[in-house]
């Protein structure tokens, strides 16, 4: 991967504001960052700029002041088109999975793999391996729609996951899910973080955060709270 | 660190990439297949309409065809008549006949005596009576002249008889080709009416085809969002619309096909015999190979140029949010 080696984080904002058209405040003056490797926690009520942040992250909104930037890419710079190249570093889980109903299970964990134009066998290969890991292996050839919540929950997993990303990003991924399930999730998630992917996971259950030790950024009305870590992390940034 | 590292395309090698770039294409191309198959109610229909919107058009290329080998055997009847001045011997006409024999631009020569030409009068006119009263034959001597291939068009033979005319032994020359030049005038017509039709027709196949890609676009939503966010590139994404359009194309041209054969073979025995009263045995001709080929190709970038430009309108509209 072309990644810059010297680059210090997975994600970085520095005075980072977005307002949308109608004038509605999403994020003001936020800056934060996020180390390679690193496993961390987004929270906020609802409304405090949660889902904008992530959208800022995967390109879906662009910021209107100061600068973003991923994997050492900085988004300003990333044209329409190079968008999706941007997106295949970034594996993205949802609240409401975003599966696609119609398809197998095969055919949804494949879609990232079929969009790099990688070859049958070596899909097949992935999408086993992806669906072992979040434990729905031999679920092939099932539709998302015959599976619990919890299942297709780990499908979208699978499918962020199968072309090994170097940042994973989860929006609510434990909404849906009762407290076992959630911890097992947020296991697995562990799991990808000890094998060196950056864990981004936005989420309002406060409990579950409290239950690991891992650093949280709160928002709040658009703003980050206690964002000292960036002073204190500042030594080599992306520019 | 001000530079910024280039995104890669793709983590494949350059020759897995060219490979699996083909792969994809039949793939794709096979899949939009067996979507049309999975829909065929829907799929059926726009291919009627695209086969009866084609038909019309190319059934007018056939009518065209078929106008255009009748009149050609009428072109080559046009003949001129030169009347020969009064009180030229028989050997100045001679020595004209062979002089009108070296000319390139006539095929034919056929000399028609004077005596030649009132026995003809009596015989078809039905004034014999009246003739025999008259002390002296009226009629001038005639040259019937033929004009070659290239000569029998209404202008070549209208030049050609300007310089016959010249000739000192020629009192006057007549063409008969008014009603030659009204057929190729209607033929023209005819041309231009197909051409304005045709490009009508062929504007609606667009816009059919574009309007189905729309409602296919529309159904397929979540499932372009999806894409967009798993990194999926709008060729990738827009690559089995195109293809489902050349389907369209491809299936609704071979459906017109079929049309014209089914018109060809009921209007042929009614045509035999319209030109059997004529006494003609012109049988109606169907598209060839090559011009099915021509049909099939162009209903083809129809298609393909209806899906392109609903894709670029509405797939970009789409994004996720």
Known sequence: ?239 | MSKQPQLNRSKLPLSGRIVMFFIRHIQHAMASMGELWRNPVSSIMTMAVLGVSLSLPAALQVLVKNAETITESWNSAAEISLFIDEGRSETAIQSLITRLNVYPEISNVNYINRDQALEEFQRLSGFGEALSYLDSNPLPAVVMVTPSVKYSSPAGARELLRKLEQEPEVSFGRLDIEWLERLQAVVKLLERTVLAIAALLVLAVVLVIGNTIRLAIMNRRTEIEVMKLVGATEAFIQRPFLYTGIWYGVIGGFLAWVIINLLVWYLDSALAELLGLYGSSLQMESLTIAELGQLVLLASFLGWLGSYLSVRQHLRAIEPS
């Open chain 1, 1 to 239: 991967m072309p990644t810059n080696k010297k680059s210090y984080s997975m994600i970085r904002f520095e005075q980072v504001s977005k307002v949308y058209p109608g004038g509605q405040k999403a994020l003001s003056d936020v800056s934060f960052h996020i180390k390679r490797g690193e496993m961390a926690f987004l929270t906020g009520h609802s409304g405090a700029g949660k889902s904008t942040l992530l959208k800022l992250i995967t390109v879906i909104e662009r910021a209107n002041g100061g600068r973003v930037a991923i994997n050492g890419h900085d988004i300003a710079k990333v044209s329409r088109s190079q968008v999706p190249y941007l997106r295949r570093d970034i594996g993205m889980i949802f609240q409401n999975h975003h599966l696609l109903m119609n398809k197998s299970v095969f055919d949804n964990v494949a879609l990232p793999l079929m969009i790099e134009g990688f070859s049958i066998g070596e899909i097949r290969k992935r999408v086993a391996g992806a669906l072992d890991m979040v434990g729905l292996y031999g679920k092939e050839r099932h539709n998302p729609i015959m599976l619990s919540g919890g299942e297709q929950q780990r499908v979208g997993i699978a499918r962020a996951i199968v072309n090994k990303p170097p940042l994973l990003l989860a929006d609510e991924p434990t909404g849906n899910l009762d407290p076992k399930l959630s911890m097992d999730i947020l296991r697995l998630f562990e799991t990808f973080n000890d094998a060196g992917t950056t864990v981004l996971i936005a989420t309002h259950d406060l409990g579950l955060i409290a239950r690991m030790k891992y650093r949280t950024l709160t928002l709040k009305q658009g703003r980050v709270l206690g964002a000292e870590e960036l002073n204190a992390h500042d030594p080599i940034g992306i520019n």
